[in-house]
Each structure stands twice: as structure tokens, then as C-alpha cells.
């Protein structure tokens, strides 16, 4: 099946520094990839839709400024939170669909980032 | 009212149990439902897709009433290995953009 590569897996920052989390798509061409946020026991919260070749559509109340999304290839999608603060600790996920594969409803993430902010 | 609600649990079996697991949403124009699984601290994987038909797959059965907007998952003869967090999620539109997740059901299956 299809598979979507995270990286890193975890990473640890000082406040203030930013921290960049690499999407790809490993075997299927994805246009759309999408970024979620997870706090512990809590539901993943769509952040913002990564579309290739244009700028990405944040949900609200998402600062676009602070998580920048580059979606530069059909394969790879980046999201960088920038000045990050102890609060942006997270478990950050990204998804894509594999718009030509059998279940075109499945999403398929990423391994996800841990990040912590010290 | 949420989008997706579910019942957190935990729902804490013997091997061997079967369960239940509901699910409700809140906008009648969902076009298509899932459920996916989490283990802890991984990333979710789909479980199966629901059908308006009801659906099977070995151990795992899911049914959709669109009427109450409602899905539920049912797991038959619960094994250690189905100890995991169950999302519920509702796909809102055809372009895939609007997936929102339940807070998920977490199950705890025992020896």
C-alpha cells in the first residue's frame, strides 16, 4: 500500500528556534497533502491543507506565519514552525491520499513528529 | 454539539469479548465514514472503510445509519493485539478536506 515518510521522528528545540518536518510520499504522486496537530488524548485537529505548486489553506485559527507549509513537489511537503514555543509541543502529522489508488478516502500518515520545545 | 463525538472509554475486555463501539455525527452532508486505528503514540492506520450497507471484515464489522447519523464498530472475539484507540472519522466533502476526527475509543483487551 501505499506508504507517506515523516521525518524526524522526534525533536527536542530551544524556544525560539525553528523546526522544519519533511512529508514525502513514497510510491504515489500526492497534490494534496495534509498536516494535523495531536495533543495527548486528544483528536488530530486538521491544521492546513498542503497543495502543490500553490499556497497552502489553513483551518482557522491556525497562524499561517508561525507554521509555514511548502508543498514544492508532487512527493514532498514541509511545515515549519517557526519561533516555536513550549506550547507548540505536539504530535505533529502529516497525511496524503493516494488519489489513484483503490480506496480513495484513505488517508495514509506519516509516522509523525514529536516535538518538544524546552 | 461536535462534529464527531465518541465514547472515550476505556473499554476494558477479555480476550474473547466482543464490543461495541458508537459513533455520531453532526453533518448530515458526510459523504463517506471511517474508522482508523491508533496505537499509542503512532500514527493512525485505516481499519475499514463504512459502507451504508454494513460492511465485514473478519472480526470487524462497521455499520452506518445515515437517518441518525450514526457508525458503530463491532469487534468479535477480541484478541490482546485489538488494544488500540479507535478513531471515528467523517469525511465532509469529495475532495478529502474536510476528514474530522473523533476523539477516538480507547480499548483495552486482557488476558
Redesign the interface.
Known sequence: GAVVS?HPSRVICKSGTSVKIECRSLDFQAT?M?W?RQFP??????MA?SNEGSKA?YEQGVEKDKFLINHASLTLSTLTVTSAHPEDSS?Y?CSA?DQWGQ?????F????S?LTVL | RKEVEQDPGPFNVPEGATVAFNCTYSNSASQSFFWYRQDCRKEPKLLMSVYSSGNEDGRFTAQLNRASQYISLLIRDSKLSDSATYLCVVNSNQAGTALIFGKGTTLSVSS
Open positions: 515523516q494534496t495534509f494535523y488524548k486528544k483528536s488530530l485537529m486538521l491543507t489553506t504530535f502529522i491520499r480506496n480513495t478516502g484513505e488517508l500518515f506519516g509516522e509523525g514529536r
